[in-house]
């Protein structure tokens, strides 16, 4: 642990239940970053405003130095964030920061982080590392074309069997708005589908998302769902951590309830 940080910081940073939110790395934007500390020290029960400073110094802890930005960074950011949040000067010059209340800290769903199966979570993280092993191959070897969807689906299926018991490939999910669709697999291990995308110019994929959980929702032997988005060329690097936030959670409707968890990678 960073030797630099005040004892106040290391406090507040042990008020976090880090099993459920999110590690400042990651989240991209240093905004996002500092006001998911904040919302998370309210639905801790913390009601303090707190400085940049210390919010840089709650980053560092858990995340490292590269992750926090300055103090002044912090401030300036949190100064024309848009989300929750509460403002107030210290000795008339200094900002303080606090998310708006408990009720509106928007807590991530803890169910999650208990049903998301940590291999399954892990190659999402880890796709992009393997991809880039395979792009180029030795003794001029015909390299895998990984802007294919159907390649990408190939491979990470192959690795899902290699850890997985039974894993069952092109499921048909029953009609919905006049329609069916495949998962593309299903993990019969941990009652889990996950659905590939590769993401694409002008790409509505959270649009797509909503539809695919509504679907799956209906799938009595699904109890969650990882949606994978790879997004080698970052065209929703500027979105990603806020479709991810928006869309995983547990989504109910009339009596069924789908545990969902989307991984965009990579941001």
């Not at 994978?228 to 951590?241: E, K, S, T, W």
Request: charged residues 35%; contains cysteine; hydrophobic residues 35%.
């Amino acid at each position: 642990m960073n030797k630099r940080v005040s004892p106040e910081a290391r406090e507040y940073h042990n008020k976090i239940d880090w099993n459920v939110w999110r590690r400042p790395r990651e989240i991209e934007r240093v905004d996002d970053r500092a006001f998911e500390v904040l919302q998370a020290l309210r639905a801790a029960g913390v009601d303090d405003y707190l400085s940049g400073k210390i919010i840089s110094e709650i980053i560092t802890i858990e995340s490292g130095r590269r992750f926090a930005s300055n103090a002044t960074g912090i401030v300036k950011t949190l100064q024309a964030y848009q989300g929750p949040i509460e403002k107030k000067s210290k000795d008339g010059r200094s900002l303080l920061f606090r998310a708006m209340s408990t009720e509106t800290a928007i807590k991530p769903d803890s169910k999650i982080k208990e049903d998301m199966d940590s291999k399954l979570t892990a190659i999402c993280d880890r796709v992009h590392r393997a991809v880039s092993h395979v792009a180029k191959r030795r003794k001029g070897k015909q390299p895998i074309d990984f802007s294919d969807e159907y390649d990408l689906q190939d491979v990470f299926g192959v690795v899902l069997k290699c850890l997985y018991t039974s894993v069952k490939d092109e499921e048909w999910t029953p009609s919905y708005g006049g329609s069916s669709s495949r998962i593309d697999f299903v993990i019969e291990d941990c009652e889990t589908a996950a659905e590939l995308k590769l993401a694409r110019a002008n790409h509505k994929v959270a649009d797509e998302l909503i539809v695919d959980i509504a679907r799956y929702r209906s799938r009595a032997d699904i109890r969650t769902l990882v949606c994978f988005i790879y997004d080698p060329d970052g065209h929703l690097r500027r979105d990603a951590a806020e479709i991810e936030k928006t869309l995983s959670g547990t989504h109910a409707q009339d009596d069924k309830s789908i545990a969902v968890r989307v991984v965009i990678r990579p941001h």
